[in-house]
Protein backbone atom coordinates (compact mmCIF):
# COMPACT_ATOMS: atom_id res chain seq x y z
CA UNK A 1 0.00 0.00 0.00
CA UNK A 2 1.57 3.59 -1.15
CA UNK A 3 0.81 6.30 1.21
CA UNK A 4 2.42 9.29 2.46
CA UNK A 5 5.69 9.42 4.51
CA UNK A 6 5.60 11.22 7.58
CA UNK A 7 7.40 14.59 6.16
CA UNK A 8 4.66 14.27 3.84
CA UNK A 9 1.82 13.78 5.39
CA UNK A 10 2.43 16.50 8.16
CA UNK A 11 0.41 19.01 9.36
CA UNK A 12 0.49 21.77 6.58
CA UNK A 13 -2.46 21.84 4.06
CA UNK A 14 -0.91 24.87 1.85
CA UNK A 15 0.52 23.47 -1.00
CA UNK A 16 3.08 25.39 -3.40
CA UNK A 17 2.11 24.20 -7.25
CA UNK A 18 5.12 24.36 -9.47
CA UNK A 19 4.16 25.54 -13.33
CA UNK A 20 3.91 23.01 -15.16
CA UNK A 21 2.84 22.94 -19.07
CA UNK A 22 0.18 25.68 -19.67
CA UNK A 23 -0.83 26.22 -15.72
CA UNK A 24 1.22 28.86 -14.06
CA UNK A 25 2.35 28.37 -10.49
CA UNK A 26 -0.24 28.76 -7.75
CA UNK A 27 -0.96 27.57 -3.94
CA UNK A 28 -3.81 25.05 -2.95
CA UNK A 29 -5.21 24.21 0.38
CA UNK A 30 -5.49 20.82 0.71
CA UNK A 31 -8.14 19.98 3.46
CA UNK A 32 -8.61 17.19 5.57
CA UNK A 33 -11.62 15.84 3.42
CA UNK A 34 -9.78 16.28 0.10
CA UNK A 35 -6.33 14.53 2.20
CA UNK A 36 -8.66 11.60 3.15
CA UNK A 37 -10.25 10.68 -0.28
CA UNK A 38 -6.34 11.32 -2.02
CA UNK A 39 -4.78 8.39 0.78
CA UNK A 40 -7.77 6.01 -0.14
CA UNK A 41 -7.70 6.55 -3.90
CA UNK A 42 -4.09 5.37 -3.57
CA UNK A 43 -4.07 3.37 -1.04
CA UNK A 44 -6.25 1.35 -2.92
CA UNK A 45 -5.67 1.80 -6.11
CA UNK A 46 -8.82 3.09 -7.81
CA UNK A 47 -9.32 6.33 -9.75
CA UNK A 48 -10.59 9.55 -7.87
CA UNK A 49 -13.53 10.89 -9.62
CA UNK A 50 -13.56 14.93 -8.41
CA UNK A 51 -17.20 16.26 -8.93
CA UNK A 52 -17.61 20.34 -8.34
CA UNK A 53 -19.34 23.63 -9.97
CA UNK A 54 -16.61 25.12 -12.45
CA UNK A 55 -13.58 27.38 -10.74
CA UNK A 56 -14.11 25.16 -6.95
CA UNK A 57 -10.52 24.10 -8.10
CA UNK A 58 -10.67 20.65 -9.52
CA UNK A 59 -7.92 20.59 -11.83
CA UNK A 60 -5.47 22.41 -9.04
CA UNK A 61 -6.15 19.25 -6.31
CA UNK A 62 -4.75 16.74 -8.83
CA UNK A 63 -1.40 19.10 -8.87
CA UNK A 64 -1.86 19.22 -5.08
CA UNK A 65 -2.15 15.57 -4.38
CA UNK A 66 1.29 15.10 -6.96
CA UNK A 67 3.11 17.57 -3.93
CA UNK A 68 1.16 16.01 -1.10
CA UNK A 69 2.58 12.40 -2.49
CA UNK A 70 5.80 13.38 -4.00
CA UNK A 71 4.40 12.19 -7.08
CA UNK A 72 5.28 13.09 -10.47
CA UNK A 73 1.84 14.78 -12.99
CA UNK A 74 1.27 13.90 -15.58
CA UNK A 75 -1.92 15.56 -17.23
CA UNK A 76 -4.75 15.63 -19.92
CA UNK A 77 -7.14 18.11 -20.86
CA UNK A 78 -10.31 16.06 -22.02
CA UNK A 79 -11.38 17.52 -25.19
CA UNK A 80 -14.46 16.90 -27.09
CA UNK A 81 -12.31 15.55 -30.53
CA UNK A 82 -9.81 13.81 -27.46
CA UNK A 83 -10.46 9.99 -28.67
CA UNK A 84 -9.51 6.73 -26.45
CA UNK A 85 -6.27 6.21 -28.07
CA UNK A 86 -4.89 9.95 -27.80
CA UNK A 87 -4.64 8.63 -23.97
CA UNK A 88 -2.31 5.67 -24.51
CA UNK A 89 -0.86 7.06 -27.64
CA UNK A 90 -0.76 9.11 -31.36
CA UNK A 91 0.26 8.02 -34.61
CA UNK A 92 1.46 11.03 -36.56
CA UNK A 93 0.09 9.66 -39.74
CA UNK A 94 1.04 12.80 -41.87
CA UNK A 95 4.09 12.04 -41.18
CA UNK A 96 4.29 8.81 -42.13
CA UNK A 97 2.49 9.61 -45.33
CA UNK A 98 4.99 11.80 -46.20
CA UNK A 99 8.37 9.85 -45.61
CA UNK A 100 6.38 6.52 -47.62
CA UNK A 101 5.97 9.01 -50.65
CA UNK A 102 9.10 10.67 -50.32
CA UNK A 103 10.73 7.15 -50.37
CA UNK A 104 8.89 6.66 -53.18
CA UNK A 105 10.43 9.22 -55.70
CA UNK A 106 13.58 7.78 -55.06
CA UNK A 107 15.06 9.88 -52.26
CA UNK A 108 17.51 8.68 -49.98
CA UNK A 109 16.07 6.37 -46.65
CA UNK A 110 16.38 8.26 -43.94
CA UNK A 111 16.42 8.05 -40.38
CA UNK A 112 12.41 6.95 -40.44
CA UNK A 113 11.12 3.80 -41.68
CA UNK A 114 7.66 4.03 -42.79
CA UNK A 115 6.87 0.00 -42.90
CA UNK A 116 7.61 0.57 -38.73
CA UNK A 117 4.79 2.48 -36.86
CA UNK A 118 6.72 2.98 -33.70
CA UNK A 119 8.32 5.57 -35.70
CA UNK A 120 5.41 7.40 -35.95
CA UNK A 121 3.91 7.18 -32.94
CA UNK A 122 4.21 8.99 -28.99
CA UNK A 123 3.35 8.11 -25.76
CA UNK A 124 0.16 9.78 -24.00
CA UNK A 125 -0.60 10.75 -20.76
CA UNK A 126 -2.16 7.28 -19.60
CA UNK A 127 1.28 5.48 -21.25
CA UNK A 128 3.40 8.15 -19.02
CA UNK A 129 1.13 7.40 -15.71
CA UNK A 130 1.20 3.93 -15.84
CA UNK A 131 5.42 3.32 -17.76
CA UNK A 132 7.25 6.33 -17.68
CA UNK A 133 10.53 4.25 -17.62
CA UNK A 134 8.71 2.52 -21.09
CA UNK A 135 7.48 5.90 -22.64
CA UNK A 136 10.99 7.29 -22.44
CA UNK A 137 12.77 4.41 -23.95
CA UNK A 138 9.89 4.45 -26.58
CA UNK A 139 10.83 8.48 -27.07
CA UNK A 140 14.49 7.81 -27.20
CA UNK A 141 14.68 4.47 -29.22
CA UNK A 142 12.24 4.71 -31.49
CA UNK A 143 9.84 7.82 -32.22
CA UNK A 144 11.69 9.78 -35.00
CA UNK A 145 8.82 12.50 -35.42
CA UNK A 146 8.11 15.35 -32.76
CA UNK A 147 6.16 14.22 -29.72
CA UNK A 148 4.98 15.76 -26.60
CA UNK A 149 5.97 14.54 -22.63
CA UNK A 150 5.43 15.57 -19.58
CA UNK A 151 7.97 18.48 -17.94
CA UNK A 152 11.19 16.82 -17.40
CA UNK A 153 11.76 19.20 -14.59
CA UNK A 154 9.88 21.30 -12.19
CA UNK A 155 11.00 24.93 -10.16
CA UNK A 156 9.55 25.31 -6.28
CA UNK A 157 9.12 28.87 -4.76
CA UNK A 158 12.44 28.34 -3.03
CA UNK A 159 14.50 27.62 -6.13
CA UNK A 160 14.61 24.03 -5.84
CA UNK A 161 13.90 21.97 -8.52
CA UNK A 162 12.21 18.85 -8.86
CA UNK A 163 13.18 15.76 -11.45
CA UNK A 164 9.67 14.08 -12.65
CA UNK A 165 11.33 10.95 -13.58
CA UNK A 166 13.10 10.57 -10.37
CA UNK A 167 9.66 11.17 -8.52
CA UNK A 168 7.88 8.52 -11.12
CA UNK A 169 10.31 5.75 -10.36
CA UNK A 170 10.28 6.23 -6.96
CA UNK A 171 7.18 6.93 -6.20
CA UNK A 172 5.07 6.73 -9.50
CA UNK A 173 2.18 9.28 -10.73
CA UNK A 174 -0.55 11.28 -10.24
CA UNK A 175 -2.11 11.24 -13.53
CA UNK A 176 -5.14 13.87 -14.43
CA UNK A 177 -8.29 13.53 -16.76
CA UNK A 178 -9.61 16.59 -16.77
CA UNK A 179 -12.80 17.18 -17.53
CA UNK A 180 -13.61 13.71 -18.65
CA UNK A 181 -17.59 15.24 -18.96
CA UNK A 182 -16.71 16.94 -22.29
CA UNK A 183 -15.97 13.68 -24.77
CA UNK A 184 -18.56 10.80 -25.68
CA UNK A 185 -19.26 8.06 -23.27
CA UNK A 186 -17.37 6.07 -25.43
CA UNK A 187 -14.19 7.59 -23.68
CA UNK A 188 -14.56 6.38 -20.00
CA UNK A 189 -15.74 3.22 -21.40
CA UNK A 190 -12.66 2.51 -23.56
CA UNK A 191 -10.80 3.47 -20.18
CA UNK A 192 -12.48 0.43 -17.95
CA UNK A 193 -9.78 -2.78 -18.84
CA UNK A 194 -6.79 -0.40 -18.40
CA UNK A 195 -7.75 1.26 -15.28
CA UNK A 196 -8.67 -2.60 -14.05
CA UNK A 197 -5.84 -4.13 -15.21
CA UNK A 198 -3.39 -0.49 -15.04
CA UNK A 199 -1.41 -1.54 -18.58
CA UNK A 200 -2.44 -2.22 -21.97
CA UNK A 201 -0.63 -3.84 -24.73
CA UNK A 202 0.85 -1.95 -27.80
CA UNK A 203 -0.80 -2.59 -31.35
CA UNK A 204 2.41 -4.04 -33.45
CA UNK A 205 3.75 -7.11 -34.18
CA UNK A 206 5.85 -7.90 -30.86
CA UNK A 207 4.03 -9.05 -27.68
CA UNK A 208 4.95 -5.66 -25.54
CA UNK A 209 2.89 -4.78 -22.97
CA UNK A 210 2.75 -1.70 -20.48
CA UNK A 211 1.84 -2.03 -16.98
CA UNK A 212 3.25 -0.60 -13.49
CA UNK A 213 4.07 -4.28 -12.09
CA UNK A 214 7.12 -3.97 -14.72
CA UNK A 215 8.67 -0.73 -13.83
CA UNK A 216 7.03 1.23 -10.53
CA UNK A 217 6.13 -0.12 -6.92
CA UNK A 218 2.65 1.78 -7.01
CA UNK A 219 -0.05 2.44 -9.29
CA UNK A 220 -0.50 5.90 -10.70
CA UNK A 221 -3.13 7.70 -8.69
CA UNK A 222 -5.38 8.87 -11.55
CA UNK A 223 -7.96 11.74 -10.86
CA UNK A 224 -10.90 12.37 -13.42
CA UNK A 225 -12.73 16.09 -13.07
CA UNK A 226 -15.76 16.57 -14.57
CA UNK A 227 -18.19 19.45 -14.73
CA UNK A 228 -21.55 17.35 -14.69
CA UNK A 229 -22.08 18.51 -18.66
CA UNK A 230 -22.97 14.69 -19.53
CA UNK A 231 -23.50 12.28 -17.26
CA UNK A 232 -21.06 9.48 -17.12
CA UNK A 233 -21.49 6.16 -17.80
CA UNK A 234 -22.44 4.03 -14.46
CA UNK A 235 -19.50 1.20 -14.99
CA UNK A 236 -17.26 4.09 -15.24
CA UNK A 237 -18.62 5.83 -11.95
CA UNK A 238 -19.07 2.39 -10.01
CA UNK A 239 -14.87 1.88 -10.65
CA UNK A 240 -14.33 5.14 -8.80
CA UNK A 241 -14.19 6.52 -5.73
CA UNK A 242 -16.06 10.13 -5.37
CA UNK A 243 -14.75 13.23 -4.10
CA UNK A 244 -17.39 16.57 -4.25
CA UNK A 245 -15.84 19.60 -3.58
CA UNK A 246 -18.13 21.72 -1.89
CA UNK A 247 -18.43 24.36 1.01
CA UNK A 248 -18.39 22.26 4.33
CA UNK A 249 -19.23 25.56 6.37
CA UNK A 250 -20.42 28.85 5.33
CA UNK A 251 -19.49 29.86 1.56
CA UNK A 252 -18.25 33.00 2.04
CA UNK A 253 -15.72 31.52 5.13
CA UNK A 254 -15.06 28.62 2.83
CA UNK A 255 -14.01 30.96 0.15
CA UNK A 256 -12.08 33.42 2.05
CA UNK A 257 -9.97 30.73 3.94
CA UNK A 258 -8.96 29.69 -0.09
CA UNK A 259 -8.14 33.58 -0.72
CA UNK A 260 -5.45 33.07 2.80
CA UNK A 261 -3.66 30.77 0.23
CA UNK A 262 -2.85 33.24 -2.34
CA UNK A 263 -3.24 36.83 -0.14
CA UNK A 264 -1.02 36.94 2.83
CA UNK A 265 -2.16 38.99 5.66
CA UNK A 266 -0.17 42.80 6.28
CA UNK A 267 -1.44 42.38 9.66
CA UNK A 268 -0.04 39.03 10.32
CA UNK A 269 2.34 37.47 7.84
CA UNK A 270 6.11 37.79 7.87
CA UNK A 271 8.61 39.88 6.23
CA UNK A 272 9.79 37.06 3.70
CA UNK A 273 6.03 35.65 2.72
CA UNK A 274 6.64 36.16 -1.46
CA UNK A 275 2.50 36.26 -1.40
CA UNK A 276 0.40 39.35 -2.42
CA UNK A 277 -0.81 41.19 0.32
CA UNK A 278 -4.17 42.26 1.22
CA UNK A 279 -5.99 43.28 4.16
CA UNK A 280 -8.93 41.20 5.74
CA UNK A 281 -11.36 44.17 4.94
CA UNK A 282 -10.76 43.60 1.39
CA UNK A 283 -11.33 39.73 1.43
CA UNK A 284 -14.37 40.43 3.23
CA UNK A 285 -15.59 43.40 1.07
CA UNK A 286 -15.34 40.94 -1.89
CA UNK A 287 -16.86 38.53 -0.55
CA UNK A 288 -20.00 40.22 0.55
CA UNK A 289 -20.67 41.50 -2.94
CA UNK A 290 -20.32 37.59 -4.12
CA UNK A 291 -23.19 36.31 -1.71
CA UNK A 292 -25.16 39.37 -2.56
CA UNK A 293 -24.79 38.13 -6.59
CA UNK A 294 -25.38 34.17 -5.29
CA UNK A 295 -28.42 35.16 -3.58
CA UNK A 296 -29.71 36.77 -6.73
CA UNK A 297 -33.22 34.28 -7.87
CA UNK A 298 -32.58 34.25 -11.78
CA UNK A 299 -28.93 32.41 -10.77
CA UNK A 300 -29.33 28.71 -10.75
CA UNK A 301 -26.26 26.40 -9.36
CA UNK A 302 -24.36 25.91 -12.40
CA UNK A 303 -24.34 29.61 -13.17
CA UNK A 304 -23.39 31.36 -9.78
CA UNK A 305 -19.93 33.80 -9.62
CA UNK A 306 -18.08 31.18 -7.11
CA UNK A 307 -14.16 30.34 -6.48
CA UNK A 308 -12.71 31.09 -9.24
CA UNK A 309 -14.75 34.57 -9.74
CA UNK A 310 -13.61 35.70 -6.34
CA UNK A 311 -9.96 35.02 -6.81
CA UNK A 312 -9.95 36.85 -10.41
CA UNK A 313 -11.23 39.73 -8.38
CA UNK A 314 -8.96 39.66 -5.87
CA UNK A 315 -6.23 39.15 -7.91
CA UNK A 316 -7.18 42.27 -10.29
CA UNK A 317 -7.33 44.29 -7.15
CA UNK A 318 -4.50 43.65 -6.16
CA UNK A 319 -2.34 44.71 -9.53
CA UNK A 320 -4.74 47.77 -9.86
CA UNK A 321 -3.70 49.42 -6.33
CA UNK A 322 -1.16 47.23 -4.45
CA UNK A 323 -0.69 47.95 -1.05
CA UNK A 324 -3.41 50.88 -1.24
CA UNK A 325 -6.44 49.21 0.66
CA UNK A 326 -8.13 52.63 -0.11
CA UNK A 327 -7.69 52.96 -3.50
CA UNK A 328 -8.86 48.88 -3.17
CA UNK A 329 -11.78 49.58 -1.39
CA UNK A 330 -12.87 52.73 -4.48
CA UNK A 331 -11.61 49.72 -6.99
CA UNK A 332 -13.49 47.12 -5.56
CA UNK A 333 -16.82 49.23 -5.40
CA UNK A 334 -16.39 49.87 -9.24
CA UNK A 335 -15.27 46.77 -10.79
CA UNK A 336 -16.83 43.96 -8.79
CA UNK A 337 -19.39 43.54 -11.19
CA UNK A 338 -17.59 42.56 -13.89
CA UNK A 339 -15.82 39.39 -12.29
CA UNK A 340 -19.71 38.80 -11.12
CA UNK A 341 -22.23 39.42 -12.94
CA UNK A 342 -21.46 37.09 -16.12
CA UNK A 343 -25.19 35.31 -16.42
CA UNK A 344 -27.26 38.37 -15.40
CA UNK A 345 -29.85 39.89 -17.92
CA UNK A 346 -28.82 42.95 -19.79
CA UNK A 347 -29.85 46.10 -17.88
CA UNK A 348 -28.83 44.52 -14.26
Given at each position: ???????????????????????????????????????????????????????????DLARAASE?????????????????????????????????????????????????????????????????????????????????????????????????????????????????????????????????????????????????????????????????????????????????????????????????????????????????????????????????????????????????????????????????????????????????????????
Amino acid sequence: MNTPNDSLKRAQDRFYLPAIGTWPAARYLLDQKSRDAIDLAAACGRPLLVRGLPGTGKSDLARAASEYLGRAFVYEVVTARTEPQDLLWRLDAIARLADAQAQGVGSKPGNTDPSNPRHYVSPGALWWAIGWHSAETHLKEHCKTAAQRPDLTLKLDDGRTINQQDRAKKSGCVLLLDEIDKADSELPNSLLEVLANTGFRLPWGEDIKVGYGNELLCKPLIIVTTNEDRELPPAFVRRCLVLNIEADQDFGSWIKSRARVHFRDPDESKDDDPRPALTQAILDSAAAHLLEERNQSHYDDSHKPGLAEYLDLLRGIHHLAPNDEAKQKDWLSRVYSFAYRKHAAPGR
